[in-house]
Structures are given as C-alpha cells and as structure tokens.
C-alpha cells in the first residue's frame, strides 16, 4: 500500500504526523477536512446517507477514495469493516473487553499484523499498537478546541487507514 503522508525532518528521518480530528466524526451526510498540524488539508471525509446503509469516505486531497466505513443498519455493535479504495476489506474492528477505565480493541488488518487499541475511547485517549510498538497515540489533551483531538501517527504507518480505525471507533462508541 502507498504511504499517504509524511515528511523529512533533520538527519534523514521521517517524521511523526500529526492531525486533527472532530469528535462524532461527522454527522452521516456533512463532509469536512481532516488537517495536519501544520493547518493544511490532508484527507477529505464525505459522509453519505443512502437508503440502505450510512458511509463515511476518508478521501486524498485529490478526491481518490482511501477507506469506507460502512454503518449497516443492523450490523453487530462490537464490529466494524474498513473497505479499501477498491471495495476489498482492509481492517476489521472488534471489540475485545471492556474494563471500567479501560477500552480494549483488535484491529485484524488484511495485509499487514494485528493492531491492539487500549485506552479511554470514548474521551479519545488510546494507544494504537501492532506487534508491540505504538504505532499511534490519540488524545484530545493537544488541542483546547471543543469536540476536537488528535491523532499523532508513526512514521511508516498508513496515515489514512489510522485515521479510519479512529473515525470507525469513534462511530462505535458513541452510537
């Protein structure tokens, strides 16, 4: 898979991205602009109603589809499929346990290892990790704008897809 974004900084090494995101995603048809935190537009999401199913689609700034999340009407509460660009499935997530402070999620990614996700979801503050290492960090403590926080991915990481996982997670928590 393509990397989506990041940078150079300093001796050759890539850098962490970080971008902002809205709480509640977005209503099921508004569209908005997930930014880098240098401010600049870095995915579009359009949220569609259709009849059968609601779909959020988190786009390129040249308007080629990345993800979908797909929110079937009577889908399983504690699952949720990310299709890829070209409709094949690119994540599944599943909720894993649920403990009085702590969320615990899997991510099975088709092409690549398992994520683990633990953390407060519903406040937005959780780690996202694969084979041991965090591989993304989300918390609402970088930004002092209501119904907003951030994401804050590792380099070589596919921005996109974890912003996808964070924006499907989003919908299961606080539907």
Known sequence: MRRIMGGLRGRGEESI???????KLVTIGDDYWIENEAGEQAFYVDGK????????IIKDVQGNELYKLKEKLLRIKDTMD??????KTAATIKKALITPLRDRFKVEVSNGPEMDIQGNILDHEYKIESEGRKIAEVSKKWFRLRDT???????RQDAALILAIAAALDQMVHD
């Open 17 to 23: 991205q970080r971008y902002k995101m809205h709480e």
């Open 49 to 56: 109603a259709l009849r059968i199913r609601d779909t959020l």
């Open 82 to 87: 990310i299709e890829d660009g070209d409709g």
């Open 149 to 155: 926080y951030g994401v804050e991915v590792s380099p």
